[in-house]
């Protein structure tokens, strides 16, 4: 089912009233939600009440995550540890020069200058790669490369920029240094035992750059998590369907989810299309949720006579249903419910509506599960805003922009209904009108979420 009934994006509601509800449709203001049906919804559908996005989110936590696994440090770049990796050896391991120059005992070189040099005998040099086979007397150096091994003896390196090399065997140091002045300690970039990538976070590129100096060739990290992706409706017909019959649409919303499961780090099962069957939504559910992490359903989540996803969904067991409605637009008729342990996910119809919600409400379920604790980077743009966006105070908007300008950056929203797909590839990111908000004004200045 679609939400064209709530209205697209753009397009006010009908009689809107605190809360998201339409007044009379979904109930009316001050009708209560049915007793024991967490965050509303009518056993026959009648209407559904709404919660605030961030109100979800806060309270949406199911318990379900990812089982742990084993993989090879070269297959693990954005995967996510199930605990904090730690250095079993101190890093680089050796006291190491960070300059090329001399090794030398700090106290002779002080009062070197210009005009009064210190004199030291040259012992010999460090090759790199190699132990150091000389050792730093009083009144003597020992040429090192950087990132050569310091001698015994020696506490500082005086960088080549401040010697001379007058007579043979002798150099003349022409500035003093202290103690530590161009090494690095032996345990001065990790410690043993020190944390080298934290519980939670996906390993990027340096972390593992790091792993592998430390000599740490395998890694525990929690399992991609499973998602089942299931299409509702007698309407929908699969992606590669050459002729549509009069009243058909393909199926665009799974496609586009499973893009952006693989993109968060998820594994998508897409389940198919389950036609306006009852019996067959709640088999079809059931099988996802014994086999899957979670499980996304897009349409059946409204209010129409077909829409059986809450239904459903209640027959999995408990704890069920946590809430049906989201304060947004586009987006409204929305499910979220615990089946077990298991989250299930109730999209609108309209694939700009489903993957809006997704975004903002599905990816963060997704991560919770797979054991992401830190909050993902976002690419973020402020812009200035080239027109005025109307909105409802108690409703949070999304508003799909196009940006142009490169030096000062101007955001035009994109205005349409819901139902247009079209309305997301040509925009090239959104922005976010808080639920307090009546309205962004024109010229303002705005924070643009990139895609």
Same mark, same amino acid.
């Given at each position: 089912?679609?939400?064209?009934?709530? !209205?697209g /994006?753009g397009a %006010? &509601? *009908?009689?809107r $009233? =605190?809360?998201?509800?339409a007044q009379g449709?979904? !109930?009316g /203001?001050?009708? %209560? &939600? *049915?007793?024991? $049906? =967490?965050g509303g919804?009518?056993?026959?559908g009648e209407?559904?009440?709404?919660l605030?996005?961030?109100?979800a989110?806060?309270?949406?936590?199911?318990r379900?995550?990812?089982?742990?696994?084993?993989?090879?440090?070269?297959q693990?770049?954005g995967r996510?540890?199930?605990?904090a990796?730690?250095?079993?050896?101190p890093?680089?391991?050796f006291?190491?020069?960070?300059v090329?120059?001399?090794a030398?005992?700090a106290?002779?070189?002080?009062g070197a200058?210009?005009?009064?040099?210190?004199?030291?005998?040259v012992l010999g040099s460090?090759r790199?790669?190699?132990?150091?086979?000389?050792?730093?007397r009083?009144?003597?150096?020992?040429s090192v490369p950087t990132?050569?091994?310091i001698?015994?003896g020696?506490d500082?390196v005086?960088?080549?920029?401040?010697?001379?090399?007058?007579?043979?065997?002798?150099v003349?140091?022409?500035?003093?240094?202290a103690?530590?002045d161009g090494?690095?300690?032996?345990d001065?970039?990790?410690?043993?035992?020190?944390e080298l990538?934290?519980?939670?976070?996906p390993?990027?590129?340096q972390?593992?750059?790091?792993?592998?100096?430390?000599?740490v060739?395998d890694?525990?990290?929690?399992?991609?998590?499973?998602v089942?992706?299931?299409?509702?409706?007698?309407?929908?017909?699969?992606?590669?369907?050459?002729?549509?019959a009069?009243g058909?649409?393909?199926?665009?919303?799974a496609s586009?989810?499973a893009?952006l499961?693989t993109?968060?780090g998820?594994?998508?099962?897409?389940r198919?299309?389950?036609?306006?069957?009852?019996d067959?939504?709640?088999?079809?559910?059931?099988?996802?949720?014994?086999?899957c992490?979670?499980v996304?359903?897009?349409?059946?989540?409204?209010v129409?006579?077909?829409?059986?996803?809450v239904?459903?969904?209640r027959a999995?067991?408990?704890?069920?249903v946590?809430?049906?409605g989201?304060?947004?637009k586009?987006?409204?008729p929305?499910?979220?419910?615990?089946c077990?342990?298991?989250?299930?996910i109730?999209?609108?119809?309209n694939?700009?509506?489903?993957l809006?919600?997704?975004?903002l409400?599905?990816?963060?379920?997704?991560?919770?599960?797979?054991?992401?604790?830190y909050p993902?980077?976002s690419?973020?743009?402020?812009a200035?805003?080239?027109?005025?966006?109307?909105?409802?105070?108690?409703?949070?908007?999304?508003?799909?922009?196009?940006?142009?300008?490169e030096?000062?950056?101007?955001?035009t929203?994109?205005?349409g209904?819901?139902?247009?797909?079209?309305?997301l590839?040509?925009a090239?990111?959104?922005?976010v009108?808080?639920?307090?908000?009546t309205g962004l004004?024109?010229?303002a200045?705005?924070?643009?979420?990139?895609?």
């Amino acid at each position: 089912m679609t939400d064209r009934e709530i !209205g697209g /994006l753009g397009a %006010e &509601p *009908p009689d809107r $009233v =605190p809360g998201g509800n339409a007044q009379g449709k979904f !109930g009316g /203001l001050g009708a %209560e &939600p *049915p007793v024991g $049906v =967490p965050g509303g919804g009518a056993p026959g559908g009648e209407f559904f009440t709404t919660l605030g996005v961030s109100e979800a989110l806060a309270g949406f936590r199911p318990r379900r995550r990812s089982d742990t696994e084993r993989v090879p440090r070269e297959q693990a770049l954005g995967r996510v540890p199930a605990s904090a990796v730690v250095s079993p050896a101190p890093l680089p391991g050796f006291a190491r020069s960070t300059v090329d120059g001399y090794a030398v005992r700090a106290s002779d070189t002080y009062g070197a200058s210009d005009s009064l040099p210190s004199y030291l005998d040259v012992l010999g040099s460090v090759r790199m790669g190699a132990a150091a086979d000389v050792a730093v007397r009083p009144g003597a150096a020992v040429s090192v490369p950087t990132g050569a091994v310091i001698p015994d003896g020696a506490d500082a390196v005086v960088m080549v920029e401040y010697t001379q090399s007058t007579l043979p065997g002798v150099v003349e140091v022409t500035r003093p240094v202290a103690p530590a002045d161009g090494i690095v300690r032996a345990d001065e970039d990790v410690a043993p035992g020190a944390e080298l990538a934290p519980a939670g976070r996906p390993l990027r590129a340096q972390d593992l750059g790091l792993l592998a100096a430390a000599g740490v060739v395998d890694v525990d990290v929690t399992a991609k998590p499973r998602v089942g992706i299931i299409s509702t409706g007698d309407e929908v017909v699969p992606p590669d369907t050459v002729r549509l019959a009069a009243g058909q649409v393909r199926d665009a919303t799974a496609s586009a989810l499973a893009a952006l499961v693989t993109e968060a780090g998820g594994e998508p099962s897409p389940r198919g299309i389950v036609p306006d069957d009852a019996d067959m939504l709640t088999k079809t559910l059931e099988q996802a949720v014994s086999e899957c992490d979670m499980v996304v359903v897009s349409a059946g989540s409204s209010v129409g006579a077909r829409d059986m996803t809450v239904s459903a969904v209640r027959a999995l067991g408990e704890p069920g249903v946590f809430c049906h409605g989201l304060a947004i637009k586009p987006g409204k008729p929305t499910l979220l419910a615990e089946c077990g342990d298991v989250p299930v996910i109730g999209l609108p119809g309209n694939p700009l509506s489903a993957l809006v919600v997704f975004r903002l409400v599905g990816l963060p379920t997704l991560r919770l599960v797979g054991g992401i604790t830190y909050p993902p980077p976002s690419a973020t743009t402020a812009a200035r805003l080239s027109r005025s966006v109307p909105s409802a105070a108690g409703r949070l908007d999304v508003v799909q922009v196009r940006l142009s300008g490169e030096v000062a950056p101007v955001a035009t929203p994109i205005f349409g209904a819901s139902a247009l797909l079209s309305l997301l590839t040509t925009a090239d990111g959104y922005v976010v009108v808080d639920e307090a908000a009546t309205g962004l004004d024109e010229n303002a200045t705005v924070t643009v979420t990139r895609y």
